[in-house]
């Protein structure tokens, strides 16, 4: 580590927060690129009570980008200076800049699931089923919108899936019509389904996933979860969501440091520590 005064620090925000993966990721992309006596990242446990006065810190203690987590992505953005027209729409923060004191708000999640996705196919008319309805689906759904899918929202509670979708100009369903996922070209599960500890269960039975689908998990601890896991067994083709982690990631680095990420160190540092 080379830091010295004229570092400048990067957070991490969340509650938890120990288990989050940014300093590890950030900081060897710091260090592979060699700037890491400029830039040094660290995580800060901030309470939902607290949030503001976190906000207020970062200017006053210049800190140079925050990456936010769960439970603030929303409640952060009353505090910021500017928020990106993005992440407005989405509605969730998931990046502040600090330019001069100026605090501005980005949402990079998006970017992160289109990224991902991009690498083995186009989504540009594809049909695809987003499950869930919550905050993960938002970013989903804006995104893969933006380029041309057809999206479907599946989720639990059918009343939430309809304002999401009247929202973003979507089609919905009930998750009692799951049969119909069978049609889809991509899946993605944008439920807290299957996350640990809760890793035997899968937000979809196995038969409605087909051989010629792409399965994405926004889940990525497990690593492996149970749908990505049936989804293989079918012969479909799998996303992890460590992938959407490290593509977020990417995208913030670049507006944290204004160099490009060096994706491969990142993606080695993310699979070190997948569990
Ligand atoms: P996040 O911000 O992580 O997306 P959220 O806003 O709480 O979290 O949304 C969680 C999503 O997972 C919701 O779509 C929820 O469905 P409901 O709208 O019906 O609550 C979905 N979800 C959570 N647990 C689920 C379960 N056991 N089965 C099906 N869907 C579930």
Redo the contacts with the bound molecule.
């Keep these: 580590m080379k830091t010295t005064a004229r570092t400048k620090l990067c957070l991490v925000i969340s509650d938890p927060v120990e288990h989050s993966l940014g300093p590890q990721m950030h900081g060897a992309a710091f260090a592979h690129l060699g700037i890491d006596d400029q830039y040094h990242y660290a995580a800060a446990l901030v309470k939902p009570e607290d949030l503001q006065q976190a906000v207020e810190g970062i200017r006053a203690l210049n800190i140079r980008g925050v990456s936010v987590t ?1 439970p603030h ?1 929303t409640t952060v953005m009353k505090f910021l200076d500017e928020i990106d027209p993005t992440a407005e729409k989405i509605g ?1 923060v998931n990046t502040i800049v600090n330019d001069n004191g100026i605090l501005k708000g980005y949402n990079t999640d998006w970017l992160g699931i289109v990224t991902a996705l991009e690498k083995i196919t186009t989504v540009t008319n594809k049909k695809i089923a987003v ?8 970013a989903a759904v804006f995104g893969l919108k933006e380029q041309g899918g057809d999206v479907t929202i599946f ?3 059918p ?3 309809k304002e999401l979708a009247d929202e973003f100009d979507c089609g919905f369903a009930s ?1 009692d019509n799951a049969e119909q996922i069978k049609l889809v070209d991509i899946i993605f599960n ?4 299957g996350l640990h500890p ?1 890793t035997g ?1 899968s ?1 979809l039975a196995a038969d409605y996933i087909t051989g010629n689908q792409i399965v994405f998990d ?1 889940v990525y601890s497990p690593y492996e979860t149970k749908l990505l896991n049936d989804a293989k067994k079918n012969g479909a083709t799998v996303i992890h969501g460590l992938d959407m982690l490290l593509y977020q990631g990417v995208e913030q680095f670049k507006l944290y440091t204004g160099y490009n990420a060096p994706v491969d160190v990142m993606r080695n540092v993310l699979m070190k520590h997948a569990q």
């Design positions: 769960v992505k969730a499950l869930g309805a919550g905050g993960a689906a938002r989720n639990r509670t009343k939430k899936a998750m944008a439920t807290s389904v809760n269960e937000p926004a």
